[in-house]
């Protein structure tokens, strides 16, 4: 009852006289701009307009544009599904007014129940670019120790903190084009970072990407929901070496029964991430590769440790930032 569905054809006008315009439109740059030029004509001084993108710049987006809109523009980026998921990243641009950044926060804190953070504008800004080093540094780490899907699933899940979904259920729900696509962000946007070469998918990705295998939105990606000879539901499994799918294995490691027994996230974090056999190599690497990629980040992406664990947490559904992952295992012993 509160939604008035409008275009910006025959409804632009309806923009006049509001406080806040939130685009949505698709992450191109050029488009984007296109649709900040209709709104300056109709925009009241003062109000503020703000950007849904995921990763591209709020220096290039406003870029053009009057002294009067730069300075009340910002990307406010909702994290999908807006309705489930905490996190809002807050992005200014160069000439952003600090009064507008408060505001956008207070709003969406008090009124909306968001968890904000305040991210630089750099590509993919927090969340982004640490969960797709994480996931790129999760499949490189698989194929290297010889893991298979389902094995890495059941060692990024509960048992470190992670949602259910755990890595690769993850990317098939958000769309292996998306997160190459995201992945590409960084690796054009960031030529300095010295991890650059993580963002390049592995070859079995970029197989997959070829054979259209994208996730959900095409029926299967690295899980595949099928029916056996009995009519009984079955969800299989890509093997990276072949493409092909077939009936996941009975996942068995010492280490991941010995963490589960263990009380509470941070000791079971620290159980894996120290134990000897593959799944405690797996652990030790992965983990360790995102802690230390997120202490280089700082302060290239944000300020503080505190707006990278809140991203995490807020963005993936995760307990444990990187930073208090890293207290859980014991920050000199793991140096």
Partial sequence: KLISIGNLEDNLEW?????????????RLDIKRSVFEKIETVLSPGAIVTSNTSGIPAKGMCEGRSENFRKHFAVTHF??????????????NPDTLPEVMALLAETCEKVLG???????????????????YSMFSVINAMIDLGLSVEAVDKLTGPVIG???SASFRTADLVGLDTLIHVAENVYEGAPDD???????????INGMLEKKLLGEKTKQGFYKKTKDSKGKREILSIDPSTLEHSPQEK???????AAKGVS??????????????????FSYRHISEMMIYSANRIPEIADDIVNIDNAMKWGFGRRLGPFEMWDAVGVGKSV
Avoid at 79 to 92: A, D, G, Q, S, T
């Fill in 251 to 257: 996942v068995r490691l010492a280490s991941l029964e």
């Fill in 79 to 92: 994290f999908n599904p807006p309705r489930y998921m905490k996190l809002l990243e807050i992005v200014p």
């Fill in 194 to 204: 010295e991890k650059r070469d993580m963002f390049k998918p592995p070859e079995f």
């Fill in 15 to 27: 923009l006049k006289g509001v406080d806040w315009i939130v685009e949505v439109v698709v992450e």
């Fill in 162 to 164: 992670c949602a259910k």
């Fill in 114 to 132: 968001k968890g904000v953070v305040y991210a630089k504008d750099t590509p993919n800004f927090i969340a982004n670019r640490i969960g797709t």
């Fill in 264 to 281: 509470g996230t941070s000791q079971q974090v620290k159980s894996l991430y120290y134990a000897e056999d593959v799944a405690g190599r």
